[in-house]
Structures are given as C-alpha cells and as structure tokens.
C-alpha cells in the first residue's frame, strides 16, 4: 500500500485553489496538475507498506503528540526549487511553528517501519502542479503573476489522515484509511 499522512483541506480553500488550477491548467497543458479534489497538505510521505502493518502504524500515529487544532492559511504562490528551474508549484501554507513539531514527530513515529527521516526543514505546501521528469516549462507568467500573492483562505484543522494513494493513469485515488484528532 502506498501512504501518506496529510490534512484535508476545508471546502471554501479548495475551491479558492482549484479556480486557480483551471486557470493554470488552460496556460500550461504540459504540467502535470493535481485534481482539485486530490489536493491535501502532506505531512508525511510514507511510501509502499505491507497491509499487515496498518495496525501498527496507526497505533504508532495515536502515540504522537498532539498540538490541539492547528489555524492554517493558504498564501501566495511559489515554485520548488525556484522560478529558473521549477518541478513544483505550490501554495503557501501559513501556520503556527506546533505544526513543525507535530511534522517532526510524525517523522520520528515512522521511522520505526524503515521510512526514512526528512532531511530538510518541514515546509507546509499545498502542491499544484509537477513538471514531468526531465522536461523544461515555461511558468504560466500571466496567471502565475495575477495571482502571486493570492489569499486563498483558511480553516482551523481538528484531525489529520492516514491516507492510501493508489496511482492510475487520470491521476492517483486517495483514501481516509484512518482520522487522528489534534
């Protein structure tokens, strides 16, 4: 099975962004953009785990420390690496420094089951797009620049997932296998 960790995004920031995605999606075809229903705010990338370990995994996740509800904003636009080189976009994700420490903690609980431990800061982002591997794009410059520094809104999160990605070729299915309460 293949698993992350990730909060769902509330209605209101997901239609915000997914205007922004048709927008970005008519300027520039050759980017792989997520579905506006695919969208979440990762925490962890977990990868490929047997079955059998679900169980264990979710004990493991019950363990970690909880911060209490998380406010999280959705603020501007930027690329990964950077603007010269892009192969992510991506919303800003503003929140307070406890999601961090909730993130290393999540961290550190799936290490136990061979998942290897980030080695950069944690950097809240809501992915919009990917280039395909090896492909040079040119930014969709009107839409990106008219929306820079676009406020898509807010929630105050309650819950995170453990989610089950199945890739197809429309693009991947997600599943809630399991909620956590903050």
Do not use: Y
């Not at 929306?147 to 089950?164: I, K, P, S, V, Y």
């Amino acid at each position: 099975m293949r698993l992350f960790i990730a909060f769902d995004l509330d209605a209101a920031v997901r239609a915000r962004v997914g205007s922004l995605l048709r927008e970005l999606r008519a300027g520039a075809p050759e980017i792989k953009w997520v579905a506006p229903d695919s969208m979440h705010l990762t925490v962890k990338f977990i990868g490929e785990q047997p079955e059998a370990k679900l169980a264990e995994m979710a004990e493991a996740l019950e363990a970690v420390p909880r911060p209490g509800p998380l406010a999280l904003s959705f603020r501007g636009l930027g690329c990964f690496p950077n603007e010269r080189r892009p192969r992510v976009f991506w919303v800003g994700v503003e929140s307070p420094p406890e999601l961090a420490r909730l993130a290393e903690a999540i961290d550190a609980a799936m290490e136990r089951f061979g998942v290897e431990r980030e080695r950069r800061p944690f950097s809240p982002h809501l992915t919009l797009g990917r280039t395909r591997e090896g492909r040079r794009v040119e930014l969709p410059a009107a839409v990106w620049e008219a929306h820079r520094n676009d406020d898509f809104g807010g929630f105050t999160a309650t819950e995170f997932f453990l989610f089950e990605s199945k890739l197809a070729p429309a693009g991947a299915q997600h599943t809630k296998l399991q909620t956590f309460g903050l």
